[in-house]
C-alpha cells in the first residue's frame, strides 16, 4: 500500500514538475543541508533509508525532498527540524524524530514561512514539539501524514498541524495524536480538512478561530482533552464528522464560540459529557446528525439565536438540551427524540402534541450543578412527569412541534 | 430448684409482676391458678427467660438465669398454643430440637409412640391439625428428660384419650421427682396431678401450699370449692389493694 | 446458631413467598430484556427496579415473616439457645432468601440473555439495599409489638429514603445554591442508603451525567480507590446498624 502511495506521489510530483530539475540521492552519512544547499531549484532530493542527524535543515528554493522508505531526520531535541521558506516545496516520505521543546520559538518537526504550493505527505512525525507548521503561506496540501508526540503534559507539547494566517490549504488524511491541539487553525480561511483521524491530544482535536470560509468533512475527533473548540468564525461547513469519547469537566463533542452562518450536517456526536455546547452564536443550521449517549446532546446557552435543529437523532442522551435563559430564539423541528412520549393519530410519523426536549431536572442542574446527585432517583423522575403534566419552569418556546417517530436512518455509522 | 425473689415486671403502666417471690422444690408438682391477667404466664416467661424481669433475680438449679440460656436444657416446656414453622415437617422438627441440644442423646419417645406419632413424620406442619400439634409439643416438653416441666394448659385441645396419654406420663415423671408446674383450667386436672397449689392474683402470690393445706384453710373438701373459696377472698380484697383498677 | 439458620432457611426459601417473589424477578428481567433495545436501557430499567421495588419487597417481607413467625421465635427462646442466634436465624434466613431472589430472578436471565460485568455491581446493590431494608424491617419489628404498626413504620423508612430525603436533599441544595456544595451533597447522599446504591451503580452504568462540571468531582471521588472504599464501607454500615440495633432490643425484648 504504502508502496502504491509511494510511486503514486513520484508520478504524480512527475506531472506537476515536469520540465525542472535534476534528482539527487543522498545517502546515510551525508549532510541533506549540503545537498540542499547544492541543489538547483526544483531539483528533487532522494534521501535513501537510514539514520540523519540535523536539525534547521533550511529551504530557501522550490526543491522536492523524498524519503526512501523512510529514512530517519533526528533533530536531537534542537530548534526545528525543517525550515522551509519558499514557494513549491514538497516534502514526502520522512520520519522526522525529537524536535527541540521551545515554547519560545515554537520548534517543530516542518515549519514553512511565506509559503506557496507546498506538499506536505506521508511523513511520520514522532516525538517533536510542533508538528507541521505554517505561517503566512498558501495552497498547502498536508496530506496522510502520521503524528505524534508523547508527552505526557499540556505545555509539554505543541500543536499537530498548526496554520497561521494560511489560505486555500488542504488537510487530508492525517492522524494526530498526543499533541496540545490536534489541528489549530487561525487566520486560516477557504480550506478543507477531510478524513483526517484526531485522537488523544492533550488540549482540543480541532481548534480555530477567526477562520471563515472552510469546511471539514469525515474527520474522526476522538478522546480529546476538550473536544473541539472553534471560534469567532463564520460560513463554516462541518459535514459527517465524528466526535466521540470527550469526557470530562469543561469536555465537549464540540463548543461554538461566535460562530455563525454556518451549516453543521451529517455528524455524529457520541458519547460526550456534551455534544455541542453553544455560546453567542447565530444563524447556523443543525441537520441530519446524530447525538447518542451523551451527557447533554446540546447546552445552548441565551446569547445563541436564530439558529435551527431540523431532521436530527436524539438517543440515549441523559439530557438532550439544556439552556441558561429562558428567553430562546432558536428552532427546533422534525427532530427525533428517544425520549418523546406522544402519539400519533393520523400516521404522518410525526408526532401530534410537541416536545419539551427540556425538562425540569436538566434546568435544575444547571442552576445548581450539585443536583446532579440526584440523578435517576424516583423524586427527579416524579418531578419531571408534574413539570410535562404542568409546564412552569422550563423555557415555553424550547419546543419541538413536529418530533419524528421514528429515528432518521443516516447509516450504519450512526448507529 | 427453681427461686423466684423480688421480681418486679412492668408492661407499659401496668404492673403485672410486683415484687414476686416463689420458690419451688424439686419432686413437687404445682398447680398454678389464678383469674386471667394474674400474672401466670409472664411468671412461666419469666423463669424461661422469655419475658426480662426490670428488677429482681430468678435462680434455676441454684444459678442465676440472668443472660443465661443453658439452664433451658433443664427445662421442658409446653407452651399455651405451639406454633411450628409451617413448611418443616414432624420429624424435621424433632431432629431441629434435639440438634440444640448436642449434649443430650437418649431421647424420650415414649410419647410420640402414645400418641402415634411416629407415623406422622413426613407430615408438614401446617397440614397438622390444633390437636396435633398440641401433641408435638408435648412430646417435645418431654423428650429431652428435663427436671423441671413447665406445662402451660397442656391438655386444651387434645381429644380425650391423648389426654389420658399425657396425663400418665406426668404422674409417671412426677413420681420419679420431676419438678411439674402446671398451669390449666380444669380443676380436676390440677387436682390429679398436682400436690401443691398456687394461687395468683394481681400479680401476688394469693396463697402457697399443698392441696390438704389448701383444703385445711378453705374448710372445703372439694378441690374445686376450695379454689371458688380462693377466688371470692381474694376478690375481697381487691379494693384495698388496687383502688386504680378494676 | 447454624442449626436454627438451617432450619429457617429450609422453612422460608420452600415458602409460597420466596418461589413468587423469585418469580416475579424473572418476569419483569425478561419482559425488560424483551422490551428495551439494548443492553444499555435494561441495565437502567433493572436499576429502577433495584432502588424502587426490591427495598420496597424486602421490608414489607421481612416485616411480614418477623410477625408471622414470632410464635416459632418464642418457642426458639424457651430452648436452650441464644437470643442472639435466635434473632440472626430469622434474620439472615430473610436476608439470605431475598438475594438469592434477586440472583436468580436477575442474574440467571442475565446469565442467558448477556450482560454486562458493571450488571455484576447491579446485583450487588440490589443484594446490599435487600440486607438495609431488612436490617430496618426488623428494627421496626422490635420496636412494637403491633404487625400493622411495624408494616407502618417500614413502609415510611422506605418512603422516606427513597423519596422525601431526595426532597430535603434538593431543598438544601436549593436554598444554599450559592455556596460550594459538593462535599455537602456527598455528606448527604452518604446518610441515605438508597441514594448511595443508586450512584454506585450510576457510576457503573450511566456516568454521561456525572461528567459535568461538579459530576467531576462527584465522579473523581466515587471513581477513585479511596472513595470506593468509603462507600461500600459507608453501605455496608447501613448494612449492619440496623441489624444490631434491632438485635439489642431484640435481646431484652419481653415475648
Known amino acids: 500500500m504504502k508502496a502504491i502511495i509511494f510511486i503514486w506521489t513520484l508520478a504524480l510530483l512527475g506531472v506537476i514538475f515536469p520540465v525542472f530539475g535534476n534528482t539527487l540521492q543522498i545517502k546515510p552519512g551525508q549532510s541533506i543541508q549540503a545537498a540542499i544547499d547544492k541543489a538547483e531549484s526544483g531539483d528533487t532530493l532522494l534521501i535513501a533509508k537510514g539514520l540523519y542527524q540535523e536539525n534547521e535543515i533550511t529551504i530557501r528554493k522550490p526543491l522536492t525532498l523524498i524519503g526512501q522508505d523512510f529514512p530517519v531526520i533526528d533533530g536531537q531535541n534542537k530548534g526545528n527540524i525543517i525550515l522551509v521558506a519558499a514557494a513549491q516545496v514538497n516534502i514526502v516520505g520522512l520520519e522526522l524524530i525529537n524536535t527541540g521543546f521551545s515554547n519560545m520559538e515554537d520548534s517543530a518537526a516542518i515549519k514553512f514561512f511565506d509559503s506557496d504550493e507546498a506538499t506536505v505527505e506521508n511523513n511520520r512525525l514522532n516525538n517533536t514539539f510542533f508538528g507541521i507548521h505554517f505561517s503566512n503561506s498558501k495552497n498547502m496540501r498536508i496530506r496522510g501524514n502520521q503524528l505524534r508526540s508523547t508527552s505526557e503534559k499540556e505545555y509539554q507539547t505543541g500543536n499537530g498541524i498548526h496554520l497561521w494566517k494560511c489560505h486555500h490549504a488542504t488537510i487530508e488524511n492525517n492522524f494526530v495524536t498526543g499533541h496540545r491541539d490536534g489541528i489549530y487553525l487561525e487566520f486560516v480561511t477557504n480550506s478543507t480538512a477531510i478524513k483526517n483521524l484526531i485522537e488523544d491530544n492533550k488540549r482540543y482535536g480541532l481548534h480555530f478561530m477567526f477562520s471563515h470560509d472552510n469546511s471539514y468533512v469525515e474527520n474522526t475527533f476522538k478522546k480529546n482533552g476538550a473536544g473541539v473548540s472553534v471560534m469567532y468564525t463564520r460560513n463554516v ?87 441558561n435563559g429562558s428567553l430562546i430564539l432558536n428552532k427546533l423541528t422534525e427532530n427525533y427524540w428517544d425520549k418523546y412520549e406522544g402519539y400519533d393519530l393520523n400516521k404522518d410519523q410525526i408526532g401530534d402534541i410537541p416536545y419539551r426536549p427540556i425538562n425540569l431536572y436538566s434546568v435544575i442542574v444547571e442552576k445548581i450543578p450539585a443536583a446532579v446527585m440526584l440523578w435517576r432517583s424516583f423524586l427527579i423522575g416524579l418531578l419531571d412527569r408534574i413539570e410535562k403534566a404542568i409546564p412552569s419552569i422550563t423555557p415555553e418556546n424550547m419546543v419541538d412541534n413536529s418530533p419524528k417517530l421514528r429515528p432518521y436512518d443516516f447509516g450504519k455509522q450512526h448507529l | 430448684m427453681i427461686s423466684v425473689n423480688n421480681i418486679y415486671k412492668k408492661f407499659g403502666s401496668l404492673e403485672v409482676l410486683q415484687d414476686f417471690n416463689l420458690n419451688f422444690e424439686a419432686g413437687i408438682s404445682y398447680a398454678m391458678m389464678g383469674p386471667n391477667g394474674s400474672g401466670k404466664t409472664t411468671l412461666i416467661k419469666t423463669i424461661l427467660g422469655m419475658v426480662i424481669p426490670d428488677s429482681g433475680d430468678i435462680e434455676v438449679q441454684g444459678k442465676s438465669i440472668k443472660g443465661e440460656f443453658a439452664y433451658r436444657a433443664n427445662i421442658g416446656y409446653m407452651p399455651q398454643i405451639g406454633r411450628y414453622p409451617g413448611n418443616i415437617k414432624i420429624g424435621q422438627l424433632f431432629r431441629m430440637m434435639q440438634d440444640m441440644r448436642p449434649g443430650i442423646e437418649n431421647y424420650d419417645m415414649e410419647l410420640v409412640r402414645n400418641f402415634g406419632l411416629d407415623e406422622m413424620m413426613d407430615k408438614p406442619m401446617h397440614t397438622l391439625s390444633g390437636g396435633t400439634r398440641q401433641k408435638v409439643s408435648a412430646c417435645l416438653a418431654f423428650m429431652f428428660h428435663p427436671v423441671i416441666y413447665i406445662l402451660d394448659e397442656p391438655t386444651a385441645g387434645l381429644d380425650p384419650m391423648a389426654v389420658e396419654v399425657l396425663k400418665n406420663k406426668i404422674k409417671k415423671e412426677r ?54 373459696r380462693l377466688m371470692e377472698w381474694s376478690l375481697k380484697k381487691q379494693p384495698q389493694k388496687k383502688p386504680n383498677h378494676v | 446458631m447454624f442449626k436454627l439458620l438451617k432450619y429457617s432457611l429450609y422453612d422460608i426459601v420452600k415458602s409460597r413467598f420466596a418461589i413468587l417473589y423469585t418469580l416475579f424477578m424473572v418476569l419483569v428481567t425478561v419482559s425488560i430484556y424483551q422490551i428495551s433495545e439494548d443492553l444499555s436501557k435494561v441495565s437502567l430499567s433493572l436499576l429502577n427496579i433495584m432502588l424502587m421495588i426490591v427495598p420496597l419487597i424486602s421490608a414489607v417481607f421481612a416485616t411480614t415473616h418477623f410477625f408471622n413467625n ?186
Open chain 1, 237 to 323: 461547513l462541518m459535514k459527517d464528522n465524528i466526535f466521540e469519547d470527550n469526557w470530562g469537566p469543561g469536555s465537549y463533542g464540540i463548543l461554538l464560540k461566535d460562530i455563525s452562518n454556518s451549516e453543521v450536517t451529517g455528524n455524529i456526536f457520541r458519547k460526550n459529557t456534551v455534544g455541542i455546547y453553544m455560546e453567542g452564536s447565530s444563524r447556523t443550521t443543525f441537520k441530519n446528525n446524530t447525538f447518542r449517549e451523551n451527557g447533554w446532546a446540546l447546552k445552548l446557552m441565551a446569547s445563541c439565536d436564530d439558529n435551527t435543529f431540523v431532521a436530527n437523532n436524539f438517543i440515549a442522551n441523559t439530557f438532550d438540551i439544556s439552556t
Open chain 2, 175 to 228: 413420681d420419679q421427682g420431676k419438678l411439674f408446674l402446671i398451669t390449666s383450667h380444669i380443676l380436676s386436672e390440677l387436682e390429679e396431678l398436682t400436690t401443691h397449689a398456687i394461687y395468683l392474683y394481681e400479680g401476688k402470690v394469693f396463697f402457697n401450699n399443698s392441696i390438704e393445706e389448701l383444703k385445711e384453710t378453705t374448710g372445703e373438701t372439694k378441690f374445686s370449692t376450695a379454689i371458688a
Open chain 3, 70 to 255: 414470632l410464635e416459632f421465635t418464642e418457642l426458639m427462646l424457651a430452648q436452650p439457645v441464644k437470643r442472639r442466634d435466635v434473632f440472626l436465624s430469622q434474620l439472615l434466613a430473610v436476608i439470605i432468601m431475598l438475594s438469592l431472589a434477586i440472583l436468580i430472578g436477575i442474574g440467571l436471565p442475565m446469565a442467558i440473555w448477556g450482560a454486562e460485568s458493571s450488571l455484576l455491581v447491579l446485583l450487588a446493590a440490589g443484594i446490599a439495599l435487600s440486607i438495609v431494608f431488612a436490617g430496618l424491617a426488623f428494627l421496626a419489628s422490635v420496636l412494637t409489638r403491633d404487625k400493622a404498626k411495624a408494616i407502618g413504620i417500614t413502609l415510611s423508612f422506605w418512603i422516606y429514603f427513597s423519596l422525601v430525603y431526595d426532597g430535603l436533599v434538593l431543598y438544601v441544595i436549593y436554598s444554599f445554591a450559592d455556596y460550594p456544595l459538593e462535599k455537602a451533597t456527598l455528606a448527604m447522599v452518604m446518610l441515605n442508603p438508597v441514594d448511595l446504591a443508586r450512584i454506585i451503580m450510576l457510576m457503573q452504568l450511566d456516568i454521561s451525567a456525572l461528567m459535568g462540571y461538579t459530576g467531576a468531582f462527584f465522579q473523581q471521588f466515587f471513581g477513585s480507590a479511596k472513595g470506593i472504599m468509603l462507600t461500600s464501607g459507608v453501605l455496608l454500615i447501613w448494612m449492619v446498624w440496623p441489624v444490631l440495633l434491632s438485635m439489642r432490643i431484640f435481646k431484652k425484648k419481653d415475648f
